[in-house]
C-alpha cells in the first residue's frame, strides 16, 4: 500500500491558563515527509504538541487538525492515538511498576494488533536502539537518566508504529551518539513505514542527523518562517532576535501581556481574528 496520509493542521489557536499561547498555526505534513519547528523557549512548541495530543488543560479555540481528514481535537487522547497520532514527550513521565511491554501490549490490543511475539519484537527493536535489557524490566522511564527516556520514548515509537509522530525535544538530554541512534531509527521509520515526523528543537543538531524535508520557526505561537535546511544556517548565523527583526516580528515568545493597552484581553482565543503580532 502506497502511504498517502497527511496530518493537516489550520489556523489553530489554544488557550492554556486563561492566555493564548497558539495563535494561529497551519502546517501540513505528509507521509514520509520530516518537518521540523525551531523556536526560542517559550514560543507555544511544547503547547501545539499537547494540544495535538489532547492534554487537559490546553483549550482548542478554534481551528482543526486532522489525519486523513478526520478531525482530531475535542476527542480523547486515545482516539488521537488510534487516528494515528504519537506523542514523544518533551519530559516523559515516570511510570513505576509498568514495563515497557505493558505498555506497548495494552496500547497495541487497544488498537486492535495482534500482540503475538511482542516480548520477542520487543527485544529486537530495544537492540536495535541500544536500550539495555534492565530498561525494559524496570517501570516505564523510573529512575532513568534523560538519555535513556528518550531513547525508550522512540522504542515506544517504533514498536507503536503510529502514522505521524510529534518529537518534542527528542534530543533534549541525549548525547551525539545517543542523538545519531535515535535520529537514525526515526528516519529509517520514515522511509521504512512512510513515518511523517514533526520534530520540535530549538538546537541545531539533531537538524544534522534528522536532514528535515522542512524547517518551520515559531515564534509568539505562529509559525513565522518556512523553507528548507538554510533556514537553519540563517537561524545559526542571526539567532531568533536577528531572524525576529529580518522578518519584523516583535514577539518571539509568548507572554503576559503588560498593561500597555497593546494587547487585546489574555482570553483572546475568544476572538480567532484577533492578530497581536499585526502579521
Ligand atoms: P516551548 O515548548 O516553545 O518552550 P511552551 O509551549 O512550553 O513553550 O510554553 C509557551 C508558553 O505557555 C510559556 O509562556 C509557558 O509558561 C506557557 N505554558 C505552557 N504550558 C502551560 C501550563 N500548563 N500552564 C501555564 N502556562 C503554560
Ligand atoms: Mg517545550
Do not use: W
Request: hydrophobic share 40%.
Amino acid at each position: 500500500m502506497v502511504a498517502t496520509s497527511e496530518l493537516v493542521i489550520r489556523d489553530l489557536h489554544a488557550t492554556v491558563a486563561g492566555l493564548e499561547i497558539l495563535r494561529g498555526v497551519d502546517l501540513t505534513v505528509h507521509a514520509g515527509e520530516v518537518h521540523a519547528i525551531m523556536g526560542p523557549n517559550g514560543c507555544g512548541k511544547s503547547t501545539l504538541s499537547h494540544t495535538l495530543m489532547g492534554r487537559p488543560d490546553y483549550t482548542v479555540t478554534s481551528g482543526s487538525a486532522t489525519i486523513d481528514g478526520v478531525e482530531l481535537l475535542g476527542t480523547a487522547t486515545y482516539s488521537r492515538a488510534q487516528a494515528g497520532l504519537f506523542l514523544a514527550m518533551q519530559y516523559p513521565v515516570e511510570i513505576p511498576g509498568v514495563r515497557v511491554e505493558d505498555l506497548v501490549g495494552a496500547s497495541l490490543a487497544a488498537r486492535g494488533v495482534g500482540v503475538e511475539g511482542l516480548a520477542q519484537r520487543l527485544n529486537d527493536e530495544a537492540n536495535r536502539l541500544l536500550v539495555r535489557d534492565e530498561f525494559l524490566e524496570r517501570g516505564v522511564n523510573d529512575e532513568f537518566s534523560g538519555g535513556e527516556k528518550k531513547r525508550v520514548e522512540t522504542l515506544q515509537l517504533a514498536m507503536l508504529r503510529p502514522k505521524f509522530a510529534v518529537l518534542d525535544e527528542i534530543d533534549s538530554g541525549l548525547d551525539v551518539d545517543a542523538l545519531r541512534d535515535v535520529a537514525r531509527r526515526v528516519v529509517a521509520m520514515t522511509q521504512e513505514d512512510g513515518l511523517g515526523v514533526l520534530a520540535i528543537t530549538h538546537y541545531a543538531r539533531l537538524l544534522t542527523e534528522l536532514k528535515p524535508d522542512f524547517i518551520h520557526v515559531m515564534m509568539a505561537g505562529r509559525i513565522v518562517a518556512s523553507g528548507g535546511p538554510e533556514i537553519a544556517d540563517q537561524l545559526e548565523e542571526v539567532g531568533y532576535e536577528g531572524l525576529a527583526r529580518q522578518l519584523g516580528v516583535n514577539e518571539l515568545t509568548v507572554q503576559k501581556p503588560l498593561a500597555t493597552g497593546k494587547f487585546e484581553d489574555p482570553t483572546v482565543g475568544s476572538n480567532p481574528f484577533a492578530d497581536p503580532l499585526g502579521l
